[in-house]
């Protein structure tokens, strides 16, 4: 179901049949993941190149308990939705205008965004990332960090084997920049030099496997 069209959270028809999300208008997660491992190996095997980010709200909690302090009335969880509502505003205004012809803007259905396009420059892709996340730390009350991946359409094995190898590699990219982005946060906790909004680049290890 639709709930909100446009902007559209999809481009060139990615995930165009999926579900959304009623908070953010972005993809529901079961869908879109439903949909990863097809997009994955069409796209690589297609010769064009992959990317894959995952944001994820800094300090939320403190907001919603924030919240809830100077209005009883929200209970603070309203407070959220309505955060997570507005970034996927953000985020779908974000790739309406991007030059992104085939992509997709999806949510685990907590305070993380996903974002997945057909690439032809790992710079360019990142680049639009920084984009998304100073779009989305100007227009919130915090700030959202990203882990990011890219791969390249040669980085992958000639021939794979088994029915669920793509669905196996689609978690093993999302573990990756998923360890990225909470290897940041923690980093983070523990003193590092690392501001909030910041984007990490995960190694996606064992594509030739």
């Known amino acids: 179901m639709r709930y909100d069209r446009f ?19 972005l993809v529901a997660w079961p869908d879109f993941f439903a949909c990863l491992p097809t997009i994955l190996q069409l796209t690589l095997r297609g ?41 996927g505003t953000i985020a779908r205004g974000w790739l309406h205008a991007a030059d992104l012809p085939l992509a997709c803007l999806a949510t685990f259905g907590g305070d993380e965004i996903v974002v997945v396009a057909a690439i032809n420059d790992t710079t360019a892709f990142t680049e639009q990332i920084g984009e998304l996340r100073d779009q989305l730390c100007a227009g919130l009350p915090r700030t959202v960090s990203f882990g990011t991946a890219t791969i390249a359409a040669a980085a992958i094995p000639a021939v794979t084997v088994g029915s669920h190898w793509w669905r196996e590699f689609a978690v093993h990219i999302i573990g990756e920049v998923e360890r990225s982005l909470f290897d940041g946060k923690q980093a983070r906790k523990e003193g590092a030099d690392v501001p909030l909004g910041f984007i990490t680049e995960a190694v996606v290890r064992g594509q030739k496997a």
Request: charged share 20%.
């Open 7 to 25: 902007p559209d959270p999809t481009r060139g028809g990615w995930c165009s049949g999926a579900r959304d999300d009623p908070t953010t208008g």
């Open 47 to 87: 010769g064009i190149g992959f990317g894959l980010a995952i944001g994820d709200v800094d300090n939320l909690k403190s907001f919603v308990e924030g919240r809830r302090a100077v209005d009883a009335q929200s209970f603070g969880h309203l407070a959220g939705n309505a955060f997570m509502g507005r970034l």
